[in-house]
């Protein structure tokens, strides 16, 4: 067998269990290579004391393929970690591994990235930017890495999710736009900028300059080929500058676009929820009640075009409740009641759909007159 085949063999042995603890330890007792081939596989082992295993298996031997290993198991530990306190810790323990031994790329990389975790779920706007001020530290101090800068792009766009100052964040967005400038535009960094754009249209307050913003994203959507990633950016920014934008005019204009970019891409599932979405917000303030039915109805062409997709539905079933409001013919409020009384049953009896059914049926007595039919 040649030294590979026995490599992934060795990995293969402690990733599916086939060994036991006592048969690992045995091998991890043999050679540096057996070592390194083990300690690798135990990154990906479903055993949940692979990481005090390599941390010990490195305090013995110091090797570099173990210390790669073990950082790689401590980045493996944050994702999905809810705590950001704890993420934080594990990221910790990566930098002591990268400043106690000659700050190699193969640990500095698991850092960047455990450290992009630890912002991601950090409530604290300013915590969050500190940290992603820790990966560009990184970036600067060694030959601006493309990792460690994906790494980079990544944490400031977490920054700008819980941010809610409006000119902070349009700063932190320059941040990545600059990063996407002076590297070679890369895709990574790309997408990244153009999410932050969209947070920046979410906390903005004028409908104007979240427009702005997202024409930003067009412009990044059509210079780079049409990404997917960009589009669907694209859509939820122009979704948030019709939301509250008091010229019907212009909301009309803006849901054209989202639909343009629906019907000329391929009807993506993202672009068509954006659509839905902001058909909706026309039924939140439509006066006329026809008007607001038939504006529910092209949610429901969409619901049915995109697999009667979860969020489409919500927005239908919100759309067709807020139709009953102002409707004066309770036998209309009552008829649009029983379509989401039919999507309720039809769609596994959601909470979200049944608090709407249960608000327009009430909107049906509002006006009924017939105390029988009330009963």
Known sequence: MTSNALKWVRQAAVIHAWLTREEINELATRDQQTRADVASAMVFSADHDALSWLKDLHDQHQEAEVRFALAKALFNSTIGEPDPVKCYAKAREIRVLHEQYGYEAEVRIALANALVNSG???????????????????????????????????????????????????????????????????????????????????????????????????????????????????????????????????????????????????????????????????????VDPIKRHDIARDISVLHELHGNEVEVRFALVSALYNSTVGEPDPAKRYAIAQEIRVLHEQYGYEAVVRFELAKALFNSTAVERDPAKCY
């Open 120 to 286: 991601a779920g950090e409530p604290d706007p300013v915590k969050c930017y500190v940290i992603a001020q820790e990966i560009l530290a990184l970036h600067e101090q060694y030959g601006y890495e493309p990792e460690v800068r994906f790494a980079l792009a990544n944490a400031l766009f977490n920054s700008t999710v819980v941010e809610r100052d409006p000119a902070k964040l349009d700063a932190i967005a320059q941040e990545i736009s600059v990063l996407h400038e002076q590297y070679d535009h890369e895709p990574e960094v790309r997408f990244e900028l153009a999410k932050a754009l969209v947070n920046s249209t979410a906390v903005e307050r004028d409908p104007a300059k979240r427009y702005v913003t997202a024409q930003e994203i067009r412009v990044l959507h059509e210079q780079y080929g049409y990404e997917p990633e960009v589009r669907f950016a694209l859509a939820q920014a122009l979704l948030n500058s019709g939301a509250g934008e008091p010229d019907p005019i212009r909301r009309h204009d803006i849901i054209q676009e989202i639909y343009r970019l629906h019907e000329e891409f391929g009807r993506e599932n993202e672009v068509g929820l954006a659509l839905a979405k902001a058909f909706h917000n026309l039924t939140v303030d439509q």
